[in-house]
Nanobody
Framework: QVQLVESGGGLVQPGGSLRLSCAAS????????ITWYRQAPGKAREFVAA???????NYADSVKGRFTISRDNAKNTVYLQMNALKPEDTAIYYC??????????WGQGTQVTVSS
């Protein structure tokens, strides 16, 4: 089983920035994709951003132009840079790895709160 540890969450004012990290217990190139999801109170978990093994990225419309997903292969870590944060970005953020044929692994999540 893959161990994933998210970090970097916290309280930030509207318009501020945070960078989330997702550290994996194995080589991130072993994954077909790594995806960030979020879940706000009372809402379903939703897709935020993804990066494939080949480096292709994809974003939810609600975060395009504000969030950037990237990776550091040497550190087996994927990042989510979040700029111009809005109150509606408040949620627990999770990372998930995908291995085709083997399924998914999830981290424990990190809380992001955007509030003045």
């Amino acid at each position: 089983q893959v161990q994933l540890v998210e970090s970097g969450g916290g309280l930030v004012q509207p318009g501020g920035s945070l960078r989330l990290s997702c550290a994996a217990s194995r080589d991130i190139f072993s994954f077909d994709a790594i995806t960030w999801y979020r879940q706000a109170p009372g809402k379903a978990r939703e897709f935020v951003a993804a990066i494939t093994r080949g480096g292709t990225t994809n974003y939810a419309d609600s975060v395009k132009g504000r969030f950037t997903i990237s990776r550091d292969n040497a550190k087996n870590t994927v990042y989510l840079q979040m700029n111009a944060l809005k109150p509606e970005d408040t949620a627990i953020y999770y990372c998930r790895t995908t291995r085709i044929g083997l399924g998914y692994d999830w981290g424990q999540g990190t809380q992001v709160t955007v509030s003045s």
